[in-house]
Nanobody, 118 residues
Framework: QVHLVESGGGSVQPGGSLRLSCSAS????????MSWYRQSPGRQRELVAS???????NYADSVKGRFTISSDNTKKMVYLQMNSLKPEDPAVYYC????????????WGQGTQVTVSS
């Protein structure tokens, strides 16, 4: 069993920064990929950023140049540095960990709220 816990959400003004953290614990020693998703009211959950084993990263177009994903595999942690936050960024941000062997398995955290308002 795997347990993901996010932290670092909160409220900032437009242009501000937040750093989200996600800690994984449980029986899995490493993951194929760790990602951040977000979901705002009335919208589908969307991929924000991911980091795949080996270090390759992927970002949604809407956050490129503003958000940075990083991970520490030894600690089973993933981070999301969010800079230049915009009014369209508020959402519940979810941590996701994925393994693909022996079959695809996704694990999710409970989410952390990010609010951007002046």
């Amino acid at each position: 069993q795997v347990h993901l816990v996010e932290s670092g959400g909160g409220s900032v003004q437009p242009g501000g920064s937040l750093r989200l953290s996600c800690s994984a614990s449980g029986t899995v020693s490493s993951f194929y990929a760790m990602s951040w998703y977000r979901q705002s009211p009335g919208r589908q959950r969307e991929l924000v950023a991911s980091v795949i084993s080996g270090g390759r990263t992927n970002y949604a177009d809407s956050v490129k140049g503003r958000f940075t994903i990083s991970s520490d595999n030894t600690k089973k942690m993933v981070y999301l540095q969010m800079n230049s936050l915009k009014p369209e960024d508020p959402a519940v941000y979810y941590c996701n960990a994925k393994n693909v062997l022996p079959s695809i398995k996704d694990y999710w955290g409970q989410g952390t709220q990010v609010t951007v308002s002046s």
